[in-house]
């Protein structure tokens, strides 16, 4: 039986350059799933960049500590 190594990298949505090194490292071919912290300033460009890699993983990054709340 084949062996697979997952490789998930956190904080997708935290800011710009975080979006572009965990997409970078996936299109290279080392990340395969990534979480997204879905209340930090860059989300909206992390999915939209997500969107065009179609064979990344993604989760959601449960996030208590930095951000605003995601409902009040």
């Known amino acids: 039986m ?3 190594l ?3 990298a956190d904080d997708l949505g935290r800011t ?3 979006n572009e090194g965990i ?3 996936h299109r290279e071919g080392i990340v395969t799933s990534a979480t997204v ?3 930090m300033p860059a989300t909206e460009q992390a999915l ?3 969107c ?3 064979r990344l993983g993604l989760g959601v990054h449960l996030n208590f500590t ?3 709340p995601l409902l009040s």
């Open 16 to 18: 710009p350059g975080v």
């Open 66 to 68: 930095s951000g605003p």
């Open 37 to 39: 912290m879905m209340n």
């Open 23 to 25: 997409l970078r490292a």
């Open 48 to 50: 939209r960049l997500a």
């Open 52 to 54: 065009t890699e179609p």
């Open 6 to 8: 997952i490789v998930n």
């Open 2 to 4: 084949a062996k697979m």
